[in-house]
């Protein structure tokens, strides 16, 4: 991941599974940026050694404790993406007007679903049951600076007017996400590469903050 990101409004941008870097993706942009943002960090206490025998004690290599190498910070945080049809985005603005903003929220929705293959599409029902397609990788951008790879937990769908079609004009999602760790990377190179950019540009902002109170520690510190 680059510099060249580049987007001025937040979007989620989907993957299918093996479609980074080159495959077919799915880019879906806020029309409206969400006011606030509130994000959620979690330290979760790690275990090694004796596993809960240790941690029953007390102490010793059966708690890795909170603070230890072994435990894994969780990032969750919560999306408003608003919808309406009378300031549409200029990208949906040739769609039929009688179908209203579902469109927008059906690619929306869509990223909660596995992707369907070729092969399923051509299905008539009688084959056996096949093992369930996973889902696209998200990519939640937010600025320049942080772009991060996320599963959805959820969504709440608020939808609060409608033409003659009941098709709505004007919504407003709730999007649960929790950031994806190390663990899902493993194997998926976008996640990856959006962690490690991420990650990147946070020391990188740190630094930059750090360096500059460092040169005034005289004026802070009684030592």
Not at 35 to 44: D, I, M, P, Y
Not at 184 to 211: H, P, S, Y
Request: charged fraction near 25%; glycine fraction near 10%; charge should be negative.
């Amino acid at each position: 991941m680059s510099e060249t990101v580049g987007y001025l409004r937040g979007a989620f941008i989907a993957y299918e599974p093996g479609g980074y870097p080159d495959g077919d993706r799915r880019v879906i942009p806020f029309r409206f940026n969400p006011e606030t943002l509130s994000r959620a960090f979690q330290v979760e206490q790690g275990k090694s050694g004796s596993g809960t025998e240790g941690a029953k004690k007390g102490g010793g290599k059966g708690d890795a404790g909170a603070d230890a190498s072994s435990g894994t910070v969780k990032n969750t945080f919560t999306v408003q993406v608003r919808f309406d049809f009378d300031d549409r985005h200029d990208i949906a603005s040739d769609l039929p007007a009688e179908l209203g903003i579902l469109p927008e929220l059906s690619a929306l929705e869509g990223l909660l679903f596995a992707a369907e293959s070729p092969a399923d599409a051509k299905s008539d029902g009688s084959e056996p049951v096949k093992p369930r397609q996973q889902r696209p990788t998200v990519l939640f951008v937010w600025g320049k600076k942080r772009v991060l790879p996320v599963k959805i937990n959820g969504m709440t769908v608020n939808e609060t007017r409608f033409n003659a079609e009941l098709n709505p004009l004007r919504a407003e999602v709730d999007v649960q996400l929790e950031v994806l760790g190390d663990q899902d990377a493993k194997d998926n190179k976008a996640v990856q590469d959006a962690l490690a950019f991420t990650a990147g540009k946070r020391a990188e902002m740190a630094k930059q903050f750090l360096d500059k109170a460092a040169s005034q520690g005289t004026n802070i510190l009684p030592l």
